[in-house]
């Protein structure tokens, strides 16, 4: 069992900048894609950002050009570096791991809030 601890969380003003973070022992270590996904009020979880083994990264439209995900290996570490941060940015952010010989083993961590206010 993977036990994924997120922090970094708080609330904002728009156009201000949080950093999250999200480690667990062997996040980086193993050979799967690592993620950061949200979740606002009443609406479902929506993928936010993926970052690859060998670092290639991916973003959803939404938050692409504000946002970077990378990762520490040495620390065991993954990052959301966000900018320019909007009210609908406004979420519960979830970092999602995976596991086992094909990555088809979820881990989700417990969330860290995001508010930001106009």
């Known amino acids: 069992q993977v036990h994924l601890v997120e922090s970094g969380g708080g609330s904002v003003q728009a156009g201000g900048s949080l950093r999250l973070s999200c480690t667990a022992p062997?996040?980086?270590?193993?050979?799967?894609?690592i993620d950061w996904y949200r979740q606002a009020a009443g609406k479902q979880r929506e993928w936010v950002s993926t970052i690859s083994p060998d670092g290639y990264t991916t973003y959803a439209d939404s938050v692409k050009g504000r946002f970077t995900i990378s990762k520490d290996k040495a620390k065991d570490k993954m990052y959301l570096q966000m900018n320019n941060l909007k009210p609908e940015d406004t979420a519960m952010y979830y970092c999602?791991?995976?596991?086992?010989?094909?990555?088809?083993?979820?881990?989700w961590g417990q969330g860290t809030q995001v508010i930001v206010s106009s």
């Open positions: 062997g996040l980086t270590s193993n050979n799967c894609a």
């Open positions: 999602h791991s995976r596991s086992g010989r094909v990555c088809t083993v979820d881990y």
